[in-house]
Protein backbone atom coordinates (compact mmCIF):
# COMPACT_ATOMS: atom_id res chain seq x y z
CA UNK A 1 0.00 0.00 0.00
CA UNK A 2 2.63 2.60 0.10
CA UNK A 3 4.03 2.28 -3.16
CA UNK A 4 0.25 3.24 -4.42
CA UNK A 5 1.26 7.26 -4.36
CA UNK A 6 4.47 6.99 -6.11
CA UNK A 7 3.69 4.73 -8.27
CA UNK A 8 0.81 6.90 -9.72
CA UNK A 9 3.26 9.93 -9.72
CA UNK A 10 5.48 7.55 -12.04
CA UNK A 11 2.63 7.15 -14.62
CA UNK A 12 1.73 10.55 -14.58
CA UNK A 13 3.67 12.41 -16.87
CA UNK A 14 3.69 9.53 -19.27
CA UNK A 15 -0.39 9.20 -19.40
CA UNK A 16 -0.04 11.46 -22.07
CA UNK A 17 2.48 10.12 -24.47
CA UNK A 18 0.70 6.59 -23.46
CA UNK A 19 -2.18 7.84 -25.03
CA UNK A 20 -0.76 9.46 -27.57
CA UNK A 21 0.93 6.03 -28.67
CA UNK A 22 -1.85 3.97 -28.26
CA UNK A 23 -3.98 6.06 -30.88
CA UNK A 24 -1.22 5.16 -33.64
CA UNK A 25 -3.10 1.74 -34.52
CA UNK A 26 -6.67 3.83 -34.65
CA UNK A 27 -6.71 3.76 -38.38
CA UNK A 28 -4.34 0.59 -39.11
CA UNK A 29 -7.45 -1.36 -40.22
CA UNK A 30 -7.18 0.27 -43.62
CA UNK A 31 -3.12 0.49 -44.00
CA UNK A 32 -1.57 -0.35 -47.14
CA UNK A 33 1.76 -1.78 -47.58
CA UNK A 34 3.08 1.92 -48.99
CA UNK A 35 1.87 3.71 -46.19
CA UNK A 36 3.38 1.27 -43.81
CA UNK A 37 7.01 2.41 -45.17
CA UNK A 38 6.01 6.12 -45.13
CA UNK A 39 5.10 5.17 -41.35
CA UNK A 40 8.30 3.87 -40.70
CA UNK A 41 10.17 6.55 -42.20
CA UNK A 42 8.32 9.35 -39.53
CA UNK A 43 9.85 8.00 -36.55
CA UNK A 44 13.34 8.49 -37.42
CA UNK A 45 12.58 12.68 -37.78
CA UNK A 46 13.81 15.33 -36.01
CA UNK A 47 11.13 18.16 -36.90
CA UNK A 48 7.96 19.18 -37.13
CA UNK A 49 8.41 20.38 -40.49
CA UNK A 50 10.10 17.29 -41.93
CA UNK A 51 6.88 15.20 -40.19
CA UNK A 52 4.43 17.28 -41.65
CA UNK A 53 5.81 16.97 -45.18
CA UNK A 54 4.97 13.12 -44.83
CA UNK A 55 1.49 13.86 -42.93
CA UNK A 56 0.73 15.76 -46.19
CA UNK A 57 0.92 13.25 -48.59
CA UNK A 58 -1.15 10.58 -46.39
CA UNK A 59 -4.99 10.44 -46.24
CA UNK A 60 -7.07 10.87 -43.24
CA UNK A 61 -7.02 8.09 -41.29
CA UNK A 62 -3.30 7.47 -41.51
CA UNK A 63 -2.06 11.19 -40.81
CA UNK A 64 -4.17 11.00 -37.61
CA UNK A 65 -2.08 7.61 -36.95
CA UNK A 66 1.06 8.48 -37.90
CA UNK A 67 0.92 12.40 -36.44
CA UNK A 68 -0.47 11.33 -33.27
CA UNK A 69 2.90 8.65 -32.79
CA UNK A 70 4.75 11.23 -33.47
CA UNK A 71 3.50 13.70 -30.83
CA UNK A 72 3.93 10.95 -28.33
CA UNK A 73 7.45 11.38 -29.09
CA UNK A 74 7.68 15.32 -29.20
CA UNK A 75 5.83 15.25 -26.23
CA UNK A 76 8.55 14.48 -23.56
CA UNK A 77 12.29 15.44 -25.73
CA UNK A 78 10.67 18.72 -28.08
CA UNK A 79 8.16 20.76 -26.72
CA UNK A 80 8.96 23.27 -29.49
CA UNK A 81 8.22 20.86 -32.15
CA UNK A 82 5.58 19.14 -30.49
CA UNK A 83 3.13 22.55 -30.05
CA UNK A 84 4.16 23.00 -34.03
CA UNK A 85 3.01 19.05 -35.02
CA UNK A 86 -0.18 19.88 -33.09
CA UNK A 87 -1.01 23.15 -34.80
CA UNK A 88 -0.67 21.28 -37.80
CA UNK A 89 -3.02 18.44 -36.89
CA UNK A 90 -5.76 21.25 -35.15
CA UNK A 91 -5.55 22.83 -38.62
CA UNK A 92 -6.11 19.90 -40.94
CA UNK A 93 -8.86 18.40 -38.12
CA UNK A 94 -10.39 21.70 -38.82
CA UNK A 95 -9.93 22.02 -42.53
CA UNK A 96 -11.08 18.56 -43.17
CA UNK A 97 -14.59 19.01 -40.58
CA UNK A 98 -13.01 14.98 -39.48
CA UNK A 99 -15.47 14.62 -36.53
CA UNK A 100 -13.70 11.81 -34.98
CA UNK A 101 -10.22 14.21 -35.28
CA UNK A 102 -12.01 16.93 -33.16
CA UNK A 103 -13.05 13.98 -30.58
CA UNK A 104 -9.59 13.04 -31.15
CA UNK A 105 -8.32 16.36 -30.15
CA UNK A 106 -10.41 16.60 -27.11
CA UNK A 107 -8.84 13.41 -25.66
CA UNK A 108 -5.68 14.74 -26.31
CA UNK A 109 -6.66 17.91 -24.36
CA UNK A 110 -7.67 16.13 -21.56
CA UNK A 111 -4.08 14.48 -21.11
CA UNK A 112 -2.60 17.42 -21.02
CA UNK A 113 -4.67 18.77 -18.23
CA UNK A 114 -4.94 15.65 -16.39
CA UNK A 115 -0.63 16.11 -16.40
CA UNK A 116 -1.10 19.29 -14.80
CA UNK A 117 -3.63 17.96 -12.09
CA UNK A 118 -6.94 20.02 -13.63
CA UNK A 119 -9.27 17.30 -13.33
CA UNK A 120 -12.24 19.87 -13.31
CA UNK A 121 -10.97 20.43 -16.97
CA UNK A 122 -10.36 16.79 -18.05
CA UNK A 123 -14.32 16.18 -17.51
CA UNK A 124 -15.21 18.88 -19.70
CA UNK A 125 -12.98 17.69 -22.53
CA UNK A 126 -14.89 14.07 -21.71
CA UNK A 127 -17.49 15.67 -22.59
CA UNK A 128 -16.60 17.56 -25.67
CA UNK A 129 -14.94 14.42 -26.62
CA UNK A 130 -18.28 12.08 -26.41
CA UNK A 131 -20.69 15.03 -28.11
CA UNK A 132 -18.46 15.16 -31.23
CA UNK A 133 -17.64 11.27 -31.11
CA UNK A 134 -19.43 9.73 -34.42
CA UNK A 135 -21.69 6.72 -34.02
CA UNK A 136 -20.02 3.37 -34.44
CA UNK A 137 -16.23 4.89 -34.36
CA UNK A 138 -13.93 3.38 -32.10
CA UNK A 139 -14.34 4.79 -28.37
CA UNK A 140 -11.19 2.49 -27.10
CA UNK A 141 -9.42 6.23 -26.41
CA UNK A 142 -12.47 8.00 -25.09
CA UNK A 143 -12.39 4.99 -22.06
CA UNK A 144 -8.75 4.80 -21.70
CA UNK A 145 -8.71 8.54 -20.38
CA UNK A 146 -11.82 8.45 -18.56
CA UNK A 147 -10.57 5.00 -16.84
CA UNK A 148 -7.61 7.42 -16.19
CA UNK A 149 -10.16 10.02 -14.83
CA UNK A 150 -11.97 7.79 -12.26
CA UNK A 151 -8.49 6.30 -11.06
CA UNK A 152 -7.82 9.73 -10.01
CA UNK A 153 -11.11 10.36 -8.36
CA UNK A 154 -10.20 6.74 -6.23
CA UNK A 155 -13.40 5.15 -8.06
CA UNK A 156 -11.26 1.63 -9.03
CA UNK A 157 -14.52 -0.11 -9.70
CA UNK A 158 -15.57 2.35 -12.25
CA UNK A 159 -12.35 2.95 -13.91
CA UNK A 160 -12.14 -1.08 -14.58
CA UNK A 161 -15.36 -1.16 -15.80
CA UNK A 162 -14.31 1.62 -18.19
CA UNK A 163 -11.58 -0.29 -19.02
CA UNK A 164 -13.20 -3.34 -20.22
CA UNK A 165 -15.28 -0.94 -22.65
CA UNK A 166 -12.19 -0.02 -23.91
CA UNK A 167 -11.05 -3.48 -24.26
CA UNK A 168 -14.05 -4.54 -26.14
CA UNK A 169 -13.23 -1.67 -28.52
CA UNK A 170 -9.45 -2.32 -28.91
CA UNK A 171 -10.87 -5.48 -29.90
CA UNK A 172 -13.51 -4.89 -32.21
CA UNK A 173 -11.41 -2.54 -34.12
CA UNK A 174 -8.04 -5.04 -34.12
CA UNK A 175 -5.86 -2.28 -32.00
CA UNK A 176 -3.32 -4.57 -30.00
CA UNK A 177 -2.01 -0.85 -29.49
CA UNK A 178 -4.59 0.51 -27.66
CA UNK A 179 -4.97 -3.32 -25.72
CA UNK A 180 -1.45 -2.94 -24.26
CA UNK A 181 -2.56 0.20 -22.68
CA UNK A 182 -5.45 -0.55 -21.02
CA UNK A 183 -4.11 -3.74 -19.62
CA UNK A 184 -0.98 -1.49 -18.39
CA UNK A 185 -4.33 0.78 -16.52
CA UNK A 186 -5.78 -2.21 -15.36
CA UNK A 187 -2.56 -3.41 -13.79
CA UNK A 188 -1.60 -0.09 -12.50
CA UNK A 189 -5.29 0.06 -10.35
CA UNK A 190 -4.66 -3.10 -9.28
CA UNK A 191 -1.45 -2.18 -8.00
CA UNK A 192 -2.47 0.67 -6.32
CA UNK A 193 -4.92 -1.78 -4.26
CA UNK A 194 -2.21 -3.70 -3.24
CA UNK A 195 -3.85 -6.75 -5.99
CA UNK A 196 -0.30 -7.74 -6.83
CA UNK A 197 -1.39 -11.26 -7.97
CA UNK A 198 -3.49 -9.33 -10.38
CA UNK A 199 -1.39 -6.66 -11.15
CA UNK A 200 1.84 -9.04 -12.07
CA UNK A 201 -0.72 -11.16 -14.55
CA UNK A 202 -1.48 -7.66 -16.71
CA UNK A 203 2.02 -6.34 -16.32
CA UNK A 204 3.26 -9.86 -18.09
CA UNK A 205 0.71 -9.86 -20.87
CA UNK A 206 1.39 -6.50 -21.81
CA UNK A 207 5.24 -6.93 -21.42
CA UNK A 208 5.08 -10.18 -23.21
CA UNK A 209 2.61 -10.10 -25.83
CA UNK A 210 1.95 -6.50 -27.47
CA UNK A 211 4.75 -4.21 -28.91
CA UNK A 212 6.99 -1.61 -26.69
CA UNK A 213 7.40 1.61 -27.35
CA UNK A 214 9.18 4.38 -25.70
CA UNK A 215 8.29 6.02 -22.70
CA UNK A 216 6.16 2.78 -22.64
CA UNK A 217 8.87 0.45 -22.47
CA UNK A 218 10.95 2.34 -19.80
CA UNK A 219 7.47 2.91 -18.01
CA UNK A 220 6.55 -0.60 -18.04
CA UNK A 221 9.97 -2.45 -16.89
CA UNK A 222 10.02 -0.23 -13.94
CA UNK A 223 6.42 -0.99 -13.13
CA UNK A 224 7.53 -4.70 -13.18
CA UNK A 225 10.41 -3.88 -11.02
CA UNK A 226 8.50 -2.08 -8.44
CA UNK A 227 5.92 -5.34 -8.32
CA UNK A 228 8.57 -7.50 -7.65
CA UNK A 229 10.32 -5.25 -5.02
CA UNK A 230 6.54 -5.32 -3.21
CA UNK A 231 6.55 -8.57 -3.57
CA UNK A 232 10.13 -8.66 -1.83
CA UNK A 233 10.91 -11.04 -4.98
CA UNK A 234 14.66 -9.00 -5.01
CA UNK A 235 16.26 -11.76 -7.05
CA UNK A 236 13.76 -11.53 -9.63
CA UNK A 237 13.75 -7.70 -9.52
CA UNK A 238 17.70 -8.00 -10.30
CA UNK A 239 17.09 -10.46 -13.09
CA UNK A 240 14.25 -8.44 -14.96
CA UNK A 241 16.61 -5.17 -14.89
CA UNK A 242 19.58 -6.72 -16.36
CA UNK A 243 17.73 -8.44 -18.98
CA UNK A 244 15.86 -4.82 -20.14
CA UNK A 245 18.49 -2.53 -18.68
CA UNK A 246 18.75 -1.26 -22.22
CA UNK A 247 14.78 0.00 -22.09
CA UNK A 248 15.66 1.64 -18.88
CA UNK A 249 19.03 3.28 -18.83
CA UNK A 250 18.64 6.83 -19.71
CA UNK A 251 14.99 7.46 -19.65
CA UNK A 252 14.33 10.75 -21.21
CA UNK A 253 11.20 11.12 -18.43
CA UNK A 254 12.56 12.24 -15.12
CA UNK A 255 10.00 10.37 -12.74
CA UNK A 256 11.09 6.93 -14.60
CA UNK A 257 14.89 7.96 -14.03
CA UNK A 258 14.46 8.74 -10.63
CA UNK A 259 11.91 5.72 -10.03
CA UNK A 260 15.14 3.25 -11.61
CA UNK A 261 17.55 4.93 -9.46
CA UNK A 262 15.41 3.94 -6.00
CA UNK A 263 14.56 0.70 -7.44
CA UNK A 264 18.42 -0.55 -8.39
CA UNK A 265 19.12 0.98 -4.51
CA UNK A 266 16.64 -1.32 -3.59
CA UNK A 267 17.77 -4.53 -5.34
CA UNK A 268 21.13 -3.97 -4.37
CA UNK A 269 20.81 -3.18 -0.57
CA UNK A 270 18.33 -6.03 -0.02
CA UNK A 271 21.09 -8.48 -2.20
CA UNK A 272 23.97 -7.03 -0.25
CA UNK A 273 25.28 -5.16 -2.76
CA UNK A 274 26.94 -2.02 -0.36
CA UNK A 275 29.42 -0.93 -3.04
CA UNK A 276 26.80 -0.69 -6.01
CA UNK A 277 24.26 1.19 -3.68
CA UNK A 278 27.24 3.47 -2.41
CA UNK A 279 27.99 4.46 -5.97
CA UNK A 280 24.68 4.82 -6.98
CA UNK A 281 24.26 7.84 -4.07
CA UNK A 282 27.38 9.22 -5.16
CA UNK A 283 25.85 9.60 -8.33
CA UNK A 284 21.85 10.88 -7.03
CA UNK A 285 22.50 13.41 -4.53
CA UNK A 286 19.55 14.50 -2.33
CA UNK A 287 18.84 17.65 -4.56
CA UNK A 288 18.21 15.58 -7.84
CA UNK A 289 15.27 13.55 -5.67
CA UNK A 290 11.94 14.26 -6.64
CA UNK A 291 9.56 15.21 -4.04
CA UNK A 292 7.16 12.19 -4.43
CA UNK A 293 9.90 9.68 -4.11
CA UNK A 294 11.88 10.92 -1.03
CA UNK A 295 10.76 8.43 1.50
CA UNK A 296 11.84 5.69 -0.33
CA UNK A 297 14.83 7.54 -1.23
CA UNK A 298 15.62 7.72 2.26
CA UNK A 299 14.62 4.28 3.27
CA UNK A 300 17.42 3.38 0.79
CA UNK A 301 19.61 5.65 2.62
CA UNK A 302 18.59 4.17 6.50
CA UNK A 303 19.37 0.98 5.60
CA UNK A 304 22.49 1.59 3.67
CA UNK A 305 23.72 3.40 6.67
CA UNK A 306 22.26 0.59 9.43
CA UNK A 307 24.95 -1.67 6.98
CA UNK A 308 28.09 0.63 7.55
CA UNK A 309 27.67 2.62 10.22
CA UNK A 310 24.45 2.01 12.59
CA UNK A 311 25.66 4.78 15.35
CA UNK A 312 24.97 7.39 12.76
CA UNK A 313 21.19 6.76 11.73
CA UNK A 314 19.81 9.11 13.87
CA UNK A 315 21.90 11.64 12.33
CA UNK A 316 20.39 11.21 9.24
CA UNK A 317 16.75 11.18 10.82
CA UNK A 318 17.62 14.23 11.89
CA UNK A 319 19.01 15.78 9.08
CA UNK A 320 16.13 14.36 6.27
CA UNK A 321 13.34 15.71 8.80
CA UNK A 322 11.24 18.15 6.18
CA UNK A 323 11.09 15.01 4.12
CA UNK A 324 9.57 13.30 7.42
CA UNK A 325 7.31 16.13 7.72
CA UNK A 326 5.90 16.56 4.80
CA UNK A 327 5.51 12.93 3.82
CA UNK A 328 4.48 11.64 7.27
CA UNK A 329 1.92 9.25 6.06
CA UNK A 330 4.29 7.59 3.99
CA UNK A 331 6.97 7.51 6.46
CA UNK A 332 4.52 5.25 8.31
CA UNK A 333 4.40 3.05 5.54
CA UNK A 334 8.28 3.10 4.59
CA UNK A 335 10.75 3.82 7.54
CA UNK A 336 8.92 3.45 10.44
CA UNK A 337 10.90 0.75 12.26
CA UNK A 338 13.52 3.41 11.75
CA UNK A 339 11.53 6.13 13.29
CA UNK A 340 10.68 3.82 16.31
CA UNK A 341 13.91 2.38 17.03
CA UNK A 342 15.24 5.93 17.33
CA UNK A 343 13.01 7.37 20.08
CA UNK A 344 14.35 4.97 22.58
CA UNK A 345 17.74 7.10 22.98
CA UNK A 346 16.25 10.32 21.73
CA UNK A 347 12.54 10.50 23.17
CA UNK A 348 12.63 14.34 22.29
CA UNK A 349 12.99 13.69 18.45
CA UNK A 350 9.20 14.42 17.84
CA UNK A 351 6.58 16.57 19.59
CA UNK A 352 3.73 14.73 19.94
CA UNK A 353 1.55 18.07 18.95
CA UNK A 354 3.51 17.84 15.74
CA UNK A 355 2.68 14.48 15.53
CA UNK A 356 -0.88 14.86 16.05
CA UNK A 357 -1.03 17.78 13.31
CA UNK A 358 0.52 15.52 10.59
CA UNK A 359 -1.79 12.33 11.58
CA UNK A 360 -4.81 15.16 10.74
CA UNK A 361 -2.93 16.44 7.72
CA UNK A 362 -3.22 12.97 6.45
CA UNK A 363 -5.88 11.87 7.83
CA UNK A 364 -8.09 10.41 4.93
CA UNK A 365 -5.31 8.05 3.84
CA UNK A 366 -4.53 6.91 7.10
CA UNK A 367 -8.36 6.05 7.84
CA UNK A 368 -7.91 4.04 4.24
CA UNK A 369 -4.68 1.89 5.86
CA UNK A 370 -4.94 0.63 9.00
CA UNK A 371 -1.32 -1.06 8.91
CA UNK A 372 -0.07 3.23 8.76
CA UNK A 373 -2.08 3.85 11.54
CA UNK A 374 -1.22 1.02 14.08
CA UNK A 375 2.68 2.06 13.00
CA UNK A 376 1.43 5.68 14.15
CA UNK A 377 0.45 5.13 17.37
CA UNK A 378 2.59 2.89 17.80
CA UNK A 379 5.14 5.13 17.47
CA UNK A 380 3.41 7.87 19.69
CA UNK A 381 3.25 4.50 22.49
CA UNK A 382 7.27 4.87 22.27
CA UNK A 383 7.84 8.22 22.33
CA UNK A 384 5.34 8.10 25.50
CA UNK A 385 7.11 5.74 26.97
CA UNK A 386 10.73 7.03 26.99
CA UNK A 387 8.76 10.01 28.37
CA UNK A 388 8.07 8.28 31.53
CA UNK A 389 4.15 8.51 30.82
CA UNK A 390 3.45 4.76 30.65
CA UNK A 391 -0.59 5.06 31.27
CA UNK A 392 -0.74 7.56 28.23
CA UNK A 393 1.63 5.20 26.36
CA UNK A 394 -0.73 2.19 27.30
CA UNK A 395 -3.80 3.94 25.83
CA UNK A 396 -1.78 4.79 22.38
CA UNK A 397 -0.25 0.77 22.13
CA UNK A 398 -4.01 -0.26 22.79
CA UNK A 399 -5.25 1.63 19.59
CA UNK A 400 -1.97 0.36 17.75
CA UNK A 401 -3.28 -3.22 18.82
CA UNK A 402 -6.92 -2.35 17.75
CA UNK A 403 -5.73 -1.12 14.36
CA UNK A 404 -3.19 -3.90 13.88
CA UNK A 405 -6.20 -5.91 13.69
CA UNK A 406 -8.51 -4.01 11.54
CA UNK A 407 -5.58 -4.43 9.38
CA UNK A 408 -5.51 -8.36 9.59
CA UNK A 409 -8.67 -8.17 8.76
CA UNK A 410 -8.11 -5.58 5.79
CA UNK A 411 -5.11 -7.90 4.37
CA UNK A 412 -7.20 -11.07 4.79
CA UNK A 413 -9.89 -9.45 2.22
CA UNK A 414 -6.99 -7.73 -0.19
CA UNK A 415 -5.90 -11.90 -0.66
CA UNK A 416 -9.23 -12.87 -1.13
CA UNK A 417 -9.84 -9.83 -3.34
CA UNK A 418 -6.10 -10.90 -5.45
CA UNK A 419 -8.23 -14.19 -6.35
CA UNK A 420 -11.05 -12.89 -7.65
CA UNK A 421 -9.14 -10.27 -9.55
CA UNK A 422 -7.26 -13.01 -11.59
CA UNK A 423 -10.12 -15.25 -12.22
CA UNK A 424 -11.54 -11.80 -13.60
CA UNK A 425 -8.52 -11.40 -15.70
CA UNK A 426 -8.56 -14.87 -16.17
CA UNK A 427 -12.42 -14.49 -17.88
CA UNK A 428 -11.17 -10.93 -19.60
CA UNK A 429 -8.20 -12.67 -21.55
CA UNK A 430 -11.04 -15.63 -22.67
CA UNK A 431 -13.06 -12.37 -24.00
CA UNK A 432 -9.92 -11.24 -25.68
CA UNK A 433 -9.31 -14.32 -27.65
CA UNK A 434 -12.90 -14.78 -28.48
CA UNK A 435 -12.32 -11.17 -30.20
CA UNK A 436 -9.10 -11.78 -32.06
CA UNK A 437 -10.03 -15.22 -33.29
CA UNK A 438 -13.29 -13.51 -34.65
CA UNK A 439 -11.58 -10.71 -36.03
CA UNK A 440 -8.66 -13.46 -38.04
CA UNK A 441 -11.82 -15.09 -39.27
CA UNK A 442 -13.42 -11.52 -40.02
CA UNK A 443 -10.49 -10.89 -42.38
CA UNK A 444 -10.02 -14.15 -43.89
CA UNK A 445 -14.19 -14.90 -44.72
CA UNK A 446 -15.28 -10.96 -45.36
CA UNK A 447 -18.40 -11.83 -43.02
CA UNK A 448 -19.58 -8.71 -41.36
CA UNK A 449 -22.73 -10.27 -40.07
CA UNK A 450 -20.69 -13.01 -38.39
CA UNK A 451 -18.88 -10.69 -36.56
CA UNK A 452 -21.67 -8.77 -35.24
CA UNK A 453 -22.57 -11.82 -34.20
CA UNK A 454 -20.03 -12.47 -31.82
CA UNK A 455 -19.65 -8.95 -30.55
CA UNK A 456 -23.13 -9.35 -29.46
CA UNK A 457 -22.26 -12.58 -27.19
CA UNK A 458 -18.90 -11.44 -25.59
CA UNK A 459 -21.00 -7.79 -24.91
CA UNK A 460 -23.59 -10.09 -23.06
CA UNK A 461 -21.06 -12.08 -21.25
CA UNK A 462 -19.46 -8.70 -20.17
CA UNK A 463 -22.64 -7.54 -18.51
CA UNK A 464 -23.65 -10.94 -17.39
CA UNK A 465 -20.09 -10.94 -15.38
CA UNK A 466 -21.22 -7.25 -14.43
CA UNK A 467 -24.10 -8.19 -13.10
CA UNK A 468 -22.73 -11.21 -11.57
CA UNK A 469 -20.06 -9.14 -9.42
CA UNK A 470 -23.18 -6.89 -8.30
CA UNK A 471 -24.84 -9.93 -7.08
CA UNK A 472 -21.78 -10.98 -5.24
CA UNK A 473 -20.80 -7.89 -4.23
CA UNK A 474 -24.82 -7.45 -2.66
CA UNK A 475 -24.64 -10.73 -0.69
CA UNK A 476 -21.55 -9.50 0.97
CA UNK A 477 -23.03 -6.34 1.55
CA UNK A 478 -26.53 -7.96 3.03
CA UNK A 479 -24.21 -10.81 5.09
CA UNK A 480 -21.97 -7.54 6.75
CA UNK A 481 -24.81 -5.46 7.41
CA UNK A 482 -26.37 -8.62 9.02
CA UNK A 483 -23.58 -9.14 10.96
CA UNK A 484 -23.57 -5.62 12.19
CA UNK A 485 -27.25 -5.79 13.16
CA UNK A 486 -26.62 -8.86 15.39
CA UNK A 487 -23.67 -6.52 17.33
CA UNK A 488 -26.29 -4.00 17.29
CA UNK A 489 -28.36 -6.32 19.45
CA UNK A 490 -25.92 -8.21 21.40
CA UNK A 491 -24.57 -3.75 22.79
CA UNK A 492 -28.20 -3.14 23.27
CA UNK A 493 -28.69 -6.08 25.55
CA UNK A 494 -25.14 -5.37 26.82
CA UNK A 495 -26.14 -2.04 27.56
CA UNK A 496 -30.01 -2.83 29.31
CA UNK A 497 -27.41 -5.41 31.68
CA UNK A 498 -25.10 -2.57 32.44
CA UNK A 499 -28.19 -0.16 33.15
CA UNK A 500 -30.01 -2.44 35.60
CA UNK A 501 -26.60 -3.19 37.43
CA UNK A 502 -26.27 0.52 37.87
CA UNK A 503 -30.18 0.54 38.91
CA UNK A 504 -29.53 -2.18 41.39
CA UNK A 505 -25.76 -0.29 42.83
CA UNK A 506 -28.24 3.30 43.01
CA UNK A 507 -30.84 1.48 44.66
CA UNK A 508 -28.17 0.02 47.35
CA UNK A 509 -26.60 3.29 47.99
CA UNK A 510 -30.38 4.64 49.05
CA UNK A 511 -30.48 1.37 51.36
CA UNK A 512 -27.57 2.37 53.05
CA UNK A 513 -28.48 6.24 53.75
CA UNK A 514 -32.09 5.11 54.22
CA UNK A 515 -30.56 2.96 57.26
CA UNK A 516 -28.36 5.67 58.57
CA UNK A 517 -30.92 8.00 59.18
CA UNK A 518 -33.19 5.12 61.12
CA UNK A 519 -30.03 4.42 63.50
CA UNK A 520 -28.79 8.06 63.50
CA UNK A 521 -32.68 8.73 64.79
CA UNK A 522 -32.22 4.99 67.59
CA UNK A 523 -29.04 7.00 68.77
CA UNK A 524 -31.20 10.07 69.68
CA UNK A 525 -33.73 8.24 71.79
CA UNK A 526 -30.77 6.11 73.34
CA UNK A 527 -29.81 5.40 77.06
CA UNK A 528 -26.49 4.97 78.60
CA UNK A 529 -27.86 2.61 80.83
CA UNK A 530 -28.89 0.35 78.59
CA UNK A 531 -25.15 -0.62 76.77
CA UNK A 532 -26.34 -3.71 74.82
CA UNK A 533 -28.64 -1.66 73.05
CA UNK A 534 -25.57 0.56 72.02
CA UNK A 535 -23.72 -2.06 71.02
CA UNK A 536 -26.11 -3.35 68.53
CA UNK A 537 -26.66 0.16 66.88
CA UNK A 538 -22.60 0.09 66.83
CA UNK A 539 -22.33 -2.86 64.90
CA UNK A 540 -24.89 -2.13 62.49
CA UNK A 541 -23.66 1.05 61.59
CA UNK A 542 -20.38 -0.86 60.99
CA UNK A 543 -22.02 -2.91 58.76
CA UNK A 544 -23.21 -0.21 56.78
CA UNK A 545 -20.23 1.61 56.75
CA UNK A 546 -18.72 -1.46 54.97
CA UNK A 547 -21.80 -1.96 52.49
CA UNK A 548 -21.32 1.70 51.61
CA UNK A 549 -17.64 1.56 50.80
CA UNK A 550 -17.93 -1.08 48.58
CA UNK A 551 -20.88 0.70 46.55
CA UNK A 552 -19.01 3.83 46.71
CA UNK A 553 -16.76 3.39 43.75
CA UNK A 554 -18.97 1.15 41.61
CA UNK A 555 -21.57 3.74 41.94
CA UNK A 556 -18.97 6.40 40.38
CA UNK A 557 -18.06 3.74 37.57
CA UNK A 558 -21.43 3.29 36.76
CA UNK A 559 -22.03 6.97 36.06
CA UNK A 560 -19.02 6.92 33.87
CA UNK A 561 -20.36 4.16 31.55
CA UNK A 562 -23.93 6.12 31.62
CA UNK A 563 -22.06 9.43 30.68
CA UNK A 564 -19.38 7.45 28.70
CA UNK A 565 -20.52 9.94 25.67
CA UNK A 566 -19.35 12.93 27.51
CA UNK A 567 -15.82 12.06 26.49
CA UNK A 568 -16.09 11.88 23.20
CA UNK A 569 -16.88 15.57 22.80
CA UNK A 570 -13.94 16.26 25.24
CA UNK A 571 -11.27 13.87 23.85
CA UNK A 572 -8.89 15.93 25.96
CA UNK A 573 -10.12 14.55 29.22
CA UNK A 574 -9.64 10.62 28.19
CA UNK A 575 -6.17 10.95 29.31
CA UNK A 576 -7.42 11.50 32.65
CA UNK A 577 -6.72 8.47 35.89
CA UNK A 578 -9.68 6.50 36.99
CA UNK A 579 -10.37 8.71 40.07
CA UNK A 580 -9.88 12.08 38.19
CA UNK A 581 -12.87 10.68 35.56
CA UNK A 582 -14.71 9.88 38.51
CA UNK A 583 -14.73 13.12 39.97
CA UNK A 584 -15.69 14.70 36.96
CA UNK A 585 -18.69 12.58 35.90
CA UNK A 586 -20.34 12.67 40.04
CA UNK A 587 -19.34 16.68 39.87
CA UNK A 588 -21.76 16.75 36.27
CA UNK A 589 -24.10 15.04 38.52
CA UNK A 590 -24.36 17.43 40.91
CA UNK A 591 -22.80 15.86 43.61
CA UNK A 592 -20.95 17.90 45.99
CA UNK A 593 -17.35 18.17 47.19
CA UNK A 594 -17.55 16.99 50.33
CA UNK A 595 -19.88 13.86 48.67
CA UNK A 596 -17.58 13.00 46.01
CA UNK A 597 -14.91 12.98 48.50
CA UNK A 598 -17.06 10.21 50.86
CA UNK A 599 -17.89 8.43 47.48
CA UNK A 600 -14.24 8.50 45.83
CA UNK A 601 -12.17 8.40 49.30
CA UNK A 602 -10.11 11.49 48.92
CA UNK A 603 -10.08 14.55 50.74
CA UNK A 604 -11.89 17.94 49.69
CA UNK A 605 -8.86 19.42 48.65
CA UNK A 606 -7.61 16.82 46.33
CA UNK A 607 -11.32 17.40 44.96
CA UNK A 608 -10.49 21.17 44.72
CA UNK A 609 -7.14 20.60 42.43
CA UNK A 610 -8.52 17.87 40.24
CA UNK A 611 -11.51 20.33 39.45
CA UNK A 612 -8.81 22.98 38.75
CA UNK A 613 -6.75 20.56 36.38
CA UNK A 614 -10.01 19.78 34.75
CA UNK A 615 -10.58 23.13 34.02
CA UNK A 616 -6.92 23.98 32.85
CA UNK A 617 -7.55 21.50 30.21
CA UNK A 618 -10.60 22.14 28.63
CA UNK A 619 -9.97 26.71 29.12
CA UNK A 620 -12.63 27.43 30.96
CA UNK A 621 -13.07 29.82 34.38
CA UNK A 622 -14.77 28.87 37.54
CA UNK A 623 -18.03 30.92 35.52
CA UNK A 624 -19.40 27.37 34.37
CA UNK A 625 -21.08 24.99 36.42
CA UNK A 626 -20.17 21.41 36.40
CA UNK A 627 -24.30 20.46 35.34
CA UNK A 628 -23.67 22.22 32.25
CA UNK A 629 -21.37 19.45 31.05
CA UNK A 630 -24.20 16.91 31.35
CA UNK A 631 -26.26 19.15 28.58
CA UNK A 632 -23.97 18.14 25.90
CA UNK A 633 -23.29 14.07 26.75
Known amino acids: MENSSRFITANKRVLTGLLLVFLVALMGYFMSGSNEDSANNVYSLNTADSVISVLEKMNQEKYLKVGVDKLDLFQSAHPIEYKKLMGYITNRVDREEDAFGHSLLFVIHGFECHQKGELDSVQSYLEEAESVLPVGSDKSYYYYLKSIYMMDKRQYRAAKELIHKGLVEANKFGDIHVKSRLLNQLATIYFNQSLYGAAAKCFTEVYENYPKYEPMSATLVNQIISLKLAEKNYQGADE ?166 EYLNFRDSITKADFTAKKELEGLRSTQLAYEMELSSRKKISNYTYGLYLLGIVILFLVALFLYMQHRIKRRELAWANIELSKQREEKEHMQKEKEMNERLINMSELVISKSLEISKKLKSIKTENPSELDSIRR ?52 KSKDIAAIVGVTPQYIHNVRSKIRRILGIDNSIHWESFKEKS
Request: proline letters at 4%; glycine letters at 4%.
Open 540 to 591: DLEAMSRLENAARPQLADSKIKEQGDIFDHYPALKTLSLTEKRIFILSVDGY
Open 240 to 405: FWKKNQSLVEGARDPNSDCLLGINKLQVNIHLGRWDQSAAIFSSMPDSTVLPNFRVDFLRCKLMQQKQVDESKVVSVIKSHMPWIVENYYQSMTSINEFLENSISENPDLFDLDSLSLMHDRSKQQFDENPEANSHHYRFVAKILKAKGDPDKAYIALKQSMDFGI
